[in-house]
């Protein structure tokens, strides 16, 4: 149980364009979904929190217009990095919680490596 | 605020040694702490997590940690490493307060096993 999904696992664009990454909680209903950046060697770093029907919190310094988050749905929460440029090449990952409580488990995806030219 | 020291960003140890994996933590409340682990280009999965019931926790795979309050630690250990535990090592903490259990992560520890 808890599986959590992402889609694409790699993209690849040009500069300028946008790119859309889902996530999903398979058999689960994620009231809290997380989405970190990690760059290679390092650790996660928490991009912004969505709840279902509300507006994402972004962390300070992540670009809200540049990183839209949609949490449509109780398994749904998609990513979208607009007009993409080559910093914004990372592995992006996505994580779901029951409640969003401190004691509660994230359940993480395996990750969308997105590669911009 | 919260924060996490993994002490040593790679580790490298014997197949069958001990695997002692250093994890310092700061909070400013009764922290909530998890260790992960995660393969090459894979996403984390869960090895154990402490949440204020027993200081020692039990994990999957063999490993364990535990909760030591007056040093702030929360090292993980396993008593014999397996070719398969080579993996990238994260110990995270998570809030209480309001802001939907954000977890706070370690540098993270590259574990290497020897043959």
């Known amino acids: 149980g808890a599986v959590v999904s992402q889609h694409p696992s790699w993209v690849i664009c040009k500069s300028g364009t946008s790119v859309k990454i889902e996530c999903r909680s398979l058999?689960?209903?994620?009231?809290?979904m997380f989405w970190y950046r990690q760059f290679p060697k390092q650790s996660l770093m928490l991009m912004a929190t969505?709840?279902?029907?509300?507006?994402?919190?972004?962390e300070q310094g992540v670009e809200k217009d540049k990183f839209l988050i949609n949490h449509a749905s109780l398994t749904l929460s998609t990513l979208t990095v607009t007009s993409a440029h080559p910093e914004d090449s990372s592995f992006y990952i996505c994580?779901?919680?029951?409640?969003?409580?401190?004691?509660?488990?994230?359940?993480f995806g395996p990750g969308t490596r997105l590669t911009v030219l | 605020a919260q924060s996490v020291t993994q002490l040593g960003s790679h580790v490298s140890v014997s197949e069958g040694a001990l695997v002692l994996l250093r994890c310092n933590y700061s909070s400013s409340v009764p922290p909530y702490l998890f260790w992960y682990v995660q393969y090459p280009n894979q996403g984390l999965q869960l090895l154990l997590k402490?949440?204020?019931?027993?200081?020692l926790v039990k994990g999957i795979n063999g490993f364990e940690a535990e909760f030591k309050k007056s040093e702030t630690s929360f090292h993980l250990t396993k008593p014999s490493a397996h070719m398969s535990d080579a993996a990238e090592y994260f110990c995270?903490?998570?809030?209480?307060?309001?802001?939907?259990?954000?977890?706070?992560f370690g540098q993270g520890t590259e574990l290497s096993v020897k043959p």
């Open positions: 969505s709840n279902e029907g509300s507006k994402a919190t972004y």
């Open positions: 058999d689960f209903q994620a009231t809290t």
């Open positions: 402490y949440t204020s019931a027993a200081t």
């Open positions: 995270a903490v998570s809030d209480q307060g309001n802001q939907g259990g954000k977890l706070i």
């Open positions: 994580s779901a919680s029951l409640d969003g409580r401190g004691t509660d488990t994230q359940y």
